[in-house]
């Protein structure tokens, strides 16, 4: 069983530039949710995708986008890159059955700089 | 808004003791509680995880204690070891089930 993979795991940008990160999920999975992580503090919600819809959006601004492709991968685009977008970005993938809970497992991650 | 607070920021503690990490939490509408071990270039990992119609769970040498009405919980770790060291976040969902909240999470330390 492969876990969840990010790449890539450094990111250099400059301020005002466009990223994309991406996430494959956990063998089996279809839902992926992406968290940011800014150093010394919890991870914070951004979206998730369900059958590549958006299934819940965060306290962020819209030119935070994602994609979920039918294979269950996704990405993460962050548009007009600001000083304060520098953070670990986390992408968490699970099999929603229906039940009230469906456990999330996250990946190593990808530390994003904006210069 | 930080809707779960959790404390102490850190904690140091002799290999053996019993470190506890406490969450409080504000939306009622939260009904399941996991707890999250994350060491240094890595994702957080599920550690154990309770619902609020428990009062105690306990997983190994990892322990939560809930209180309902008091809208808190804590982690308690027995015999802690110094591989036990890391950060800890305790986190809560809602009945949708598709956002995580966490808390700032707590660094902790198990000196040897």
């Known amino acids: 069983e492969t876990g969840v993979t990010q790449s890539p795991t450094h990111l250099i940008k400059t301020r005002g530039q466009q990223v994309t990160l991406r996430c494959s999920s956990q063998s089996g999975h279809n839902t992926v949710s992406w968290y940011q992580q800014a150093l010394g503090q919890g991870p914070q919600f951004i979206f998730q995708y369900y059958r590549e819809e958006e299934n819940g959006r965060g306290n962020f601004p819209p030119r935070f986008s994602g994609l979920q492709f039918p294979n269950y991968s996704s990405e993460l685009n962050v548009n007009a890159l600001e000083l304060d977008d520098s953070a670990l970005y986390l992408c968490?993938?699970?099999?929603?059955?229906?039940?009230?809970?469906?456990?999330?497992?996250f990946g190593p991650g990808t530390r994003l700089t904006v210069l | 808004q930080q809707q779960v607070k959790q404390s102490p920021q850190s904690l140091i503690v002799q290999k053996g003791g019993i470190p506890i990490i406490n969450c409080a939490y504000e939306?009622?509408?939260?009904?399941?509680f996991p707890w999250y071990q994350q060491f240094p270039g890595k994702g957080p990992a599920l550690l154990i995880a309770?619902?609020?119609?428990?009062s105690e769970k306990k997983e190994g040498r990892f322990t939560i204690s809930f209180n309902k009405s008091a809208k808190q919980f804590s982690l308690h770790i027995m015999d802690s070891q110094p591989g036990d060291s890391a950060t800890y976040f305790c986190?809560?969902?809602?009945?949708?089930?598709?956002?995580?909240?966490f808390g700032g999470g707590t660094r902790l330390m198990v000196k040897p």
């Open positions: 986190a809560a969902i809602n009945n949708a089930g598709n956002m995580l909240t």
């Open positions: 939306n009622t509408a939260f009904d399941y």
């Open positions: 309770i619902r609020p119609d428990v």
């Open positions: 968490a993938s699970s099999l929603k059955t229906g039940g009230p809970y469906n456990e999330q497992f």
